[in-house]
């Protein structure tokens, strides 16, 4: 099946700084999603990108199909930021296959 | 509008005990799935309805798990017997037919002892 790789691991960043985060993938995919798990545990969908360049206020995606790889940019940002970072895609069918996450602490 | 509702949030039982969860999605959203958490790795899919029917169970392990999605609506997900290695958090998830976004519901946080 697909394989999701998501980088870095983790990341502690100072209130104010800025971030990118990328996730790699093994094939051609119909569905890239970006979510967020804050530390209570809900997960919020960020962003439906399987190609293009999408903004949300401080949020930023960019997914590049033919390369196979997505990033997502946070920019000043604010302890409510900190949380799992998940990249989610499908192949077909809306099976949505979850990488690893990234561990966002945002510090004050 | 309300979103995915789960109960219970936290169920702790011993193990060979059997459990149960329940899941309302949104509104008119004939998608609803049930995914795995385990702690530290991102959620794992077990099963996917259209509405009543279980279109992808390729991933829930049948011998001990079951779910059903009665009328369409509503769906709940049994373990039994449960084991010590069915310690996770157990999503649900819900998304309008053909749409891609899919809305996570709060999870329920199952320990078996």
């Known amino acids: 099946g697909i394989q999701v790789e998501q980088s870095p691991p983790d990341l502690i960043l100072q209130e104010g700084a800025n971030s990118t985060l990328r996730c790699n993938f093994s094939?051609?995919?119909?569905?890239l999603q970006w979510f967020h798990q804050n530390p209570w545990g809900q997960l919020i969908n960020l962003f439906y990108i399987p190609s293009g360049t999408k903004q949300n206020g401080r949020l930023s995606a960019t997914t590049v199909a033919t390369e196979r790889y997505s990033l997502l940019y946070i920019s000043s940002s604010q302890t409510t930021d900190s949380g799992v970072y998940f990249c989610?895609?499908?192949?077909?069918?809306?099976?949505?296959?979850f990488g690893a996450g990234t561990i966002l602490r945002v510090k004050s | 509008e309300a979103g995915v509702v789960q109960s219970p949030r936290y169920k702790i039982i011993e193990k060979k005990q059997p459990v149960a969860f329940w899941c309302n999605p949104i509104?008119?959203?004939?998608?609803l799935y049930w995914y795995l958490q385990n702690l530290g790795q991102g959620p794992e899919l077990l099963i996917r309805?259209?509405?009543?029917?279980?279109?992808?169970d390729s991933q829930l392990p049948k011998d001990r798990f079951s779910a059903e999605r009665l009328k369409g609506v509503d769906s709940t997900l049994k373990i039994q017997p449960a084991e010590l290695g069915d310690s996770a958090v157990y999503l649900c998830?819900?998304?309008?037919?053909?749409?891609?976004?899919?809305?996570f519901g709060p999870g329920t946080r199952l320990l078996v002892l």
């Open positions: 998830a819900s998304s309008l037919q053909g749409q891609e976004t899919q809305y």
């Open positions: 509104s008119g959203h004939n998608t």
């Open positions: 094939d051609s995919v119909n569905n």
């Open positions: 989610a895609v499908d192949e077909y069918g809306n099976k949505l296959v």
């Open positions: 309805y259209e509405n009543e029917e279980a279109v992808d």
